[in-house]
């Protein structure tokens, strides 16, 4: 999506699982068309929105190895072949872990790096915990009852995604059943329905759930130490993952922004904040021009 402003600058925008790329329709006229949204056209966006290799419009993928770093390596290749030598990267979900990713890899290029959310956890260091805030304790509980109580999709994802694919590919209802655990009753149907038909009418149900085997067992990389480029967090204030900013910075050198923002209460915020997303995104990539 192209904007009309001469100077906009480039974002390679990126979701994760269960979304799609119907989580950003809401905030592509306030980012690339911002006069006609009675905001400043000096900062203005165009906007490459793709599906995840094995998602959706992008067809099932055939091959392993489609996980994080991969997927990273194919959006900065993506970027030079659109001819963009500086870019910015935004993210959610899977998205969040993939655009720091382009940032590490794409350093010379990518000028700042936008998620909502920053997934840092203990590294079992005991020395980690000390002095930490009601707050963070509070996180922490948080990620207890997520992993407890509805992360099994995770484990089963990671270690036996075939046995599941037969059976969310084979039934349309089973697939919407799956894939609404991780949606959440805070999104109106439309939504839900949408992203949920785009895994079944482009065969992407079991290919994309592949992307957790991907990275469990293809592997990532070592890190070669924290992220370098400015990097943002626009964080709910509830309802979805709480990142904690003591371990976000062993991960990520130049955290510049972290806000967040209360009157946002879902894991989908372009979708269902698109107004408050985009101010953030604007303000953080208005401030390194």
Not at 87 to 104: F, H, K, L, T
Not at 114 to 132: R, Y
Not at 226 to 237: D, I
Request: aromatic share 10%; with cysteine.
């Amino acid at each position: 999506m192209r904007s009309p402003e001469p100077d906009a600058l480039p974002l390679v925008v990126t979701h994760g699982w269960p979304g799609s790329v119907v989580e950003y329709l809401d905030v592509i006229g306030p980012l690339t068309d911002p006069r006609a949204h009675g905001l400043d056209p000096s900062i203005a966006f165009d906007l490459v929105i793709p599906s995840l290799p094995g998602f959706a419009f992008s067809g099932p993928t055939t091959e392993p190895g489609w996980g994080t770093v991969r997927t990273a390596k194919a959006w900065v290749q993506l970027m030079a072949r659109l001819g963009y030598d500086r870019y910015g990267a935004i993210g959610n979900d899977g998205g969040s872990m993939i655009s720091p990713e382009v940032g590490r890899l794409d350093g010379s290029h990518v000028v700042g790096v936008h998620v909502t959310q920053i997934f840092s956890f203990p590294s079992g260091d005991p020395a980690e915990f000390e002095g930490m805030s009601a707050d963070e304790l509070d996180a922490l509980d948080v990620l207890k009852w997520f992993w407890e109580k509805k992360g099994a999709f995770n484990t089963l994802h990671s270690q036996q995604p075939q046995t599941l694919a037969h059976a969310i590919s084979d039934s349309p209802v089973g697939l919407l059943a799956w894939n609404d655990q991780l949606l959440g009753d805070d999104l109106d149907d439309d939504f839900v329905l949408t992203n949920v038909a785009l895994y079944w009418f482009t065969g992407t149900a079991g290919s994309s759930i592949r992307f957790y085997y991907d990275d469990a067992n293809a592997g990532r990389p070592a890190p070669g130490g924290p992220t370098t480029v400015p990097l943002a967090l626009c964080a709910a204030g509830s309802g979805d993952f709480r990142s904690i900013r003591r371990f976000a910075e062993r991960d990520h050198a130049n955290i510049v922004s972290w806000h967040v923002h209360d009157e946002v209460s879902s894991h989908y915020a372009a979708h269902t904040a698109p107004g408050v997303l985009a101010d953030d995104a604007r303000g953080f990539y208005g401030s390194l021009r």
